[in-house]
């Protein structure tokens, strides 16, 4: 089973500030086969990025995805107010398909 | 639209059985593969079980397999799972996820999620 460790629990910022989410796996992702979700309290969660650098549909572009490998890094370049959620990165390349534990973002 | 909404989550004994739906509209059901997503309160996500389009291939984690069936009617465009000797540990929100789509090829990253199924496990 692929672990995926999260980075940092919680990261407290201000909006317009950057902020810099990171995943990393116990072994290689294939074909790089790694996703983002957003959750907000109370809701499902919603896709941000899939193949590690895929925006999903109607996602905007101060969201993106790179990495490769074993390190996966989720970018938000200026964080909105509707930003501040929990993100988690899920891996498709291997199974059983695993979940990161989450990483808070909130208001500093 | 696509639109994902679970049905059937209640409070169960230890032991117990339950079944939970989720109808899906706005795509075509029939060709594509569905998973089922667990949530716990407060915790992560948690992949639960998996179904290929026509219904003949699943796939299940080790934490429910003997235990969960996932099942869908494509005439009725809904995803079943029918969760037997539930735990006080299966308590979460059951979410049923759509699986996205990318060069062609299905893949298991979740482009749509249902709002979620309470299922709790408590004597």
């Known amino acids: 089973e692929i672990v995926l460790t999260q980075s940092p629990g919680t990261l407290s910022l201000s909006p317009g500030e950057r902020a810099t989410l990171s995943c990393r796996a116990s072994q290689s992702i294939s074909n790089n086969f790694l996703a983002w979700y957003q959750q907000k309290p109370g809701q499902a969660p919603s896709l941000i990025i899939y193949?590690?650098?895929s925006r999903a549909t109607g996602i905007p572009d101060r969201f993106s995805g790179s990495g490769s490998g074993t390190e996966f890094t989720l970018t938000i370049s200026r964080l909105e107010p509707e930003d501040f959620a929990v993100y988690y990165c899920q891996q498709y390349g291997g199974s059983p398909k695993t979940f990161g534990r989450g990483t808070k973002v909130e208001i500093k | 639209e696509v639109q994902l909404v679970e049905s059937g989550g209640d409070l169960v004994q230890p032991g117990g059985s339950l079944r939970i739906s989720c109808a899906a509209s706005?795509?075509?059901?029939?060709?594509?593969?569905m998973s089922w997503v667990r949530q716990a309160p407060g915790k992560g996500l948690e992949w639960v079980s998996e179904?290929?389009?026509?219904?003949?291939?699943?796939n299940y984690a080790d934490s429910v397999r003997g235990r969960f069936t996932i099942s869908r009617d494509n005439s009725k465009n809904t995803l079943y799972l029918q969760m037997d000797s539930l735990r006080v540990e299966d308590t979460a929100v059951y979410y049923c996820?759509?699986?996205?789509?990318?060069?062609?090829?299905?893949?298991?990253?979740?482009?749509?999620w249902g709002q979620g199924a309470l299922v709790t496990v408590s004597s």
């Open positions: 179904i290929s389009g026509p219904g003949k291939d699943t």
């Open positions: 706005g795509f075509t059901f029939s060709s594509n593969p």
């Open positions: 996820a759509k699986w996205g789509r990318d060069y062609g090829a299905w893949r298991t990253y979740f482009d749509y």
């Open positions: 193949g590690a650098s």
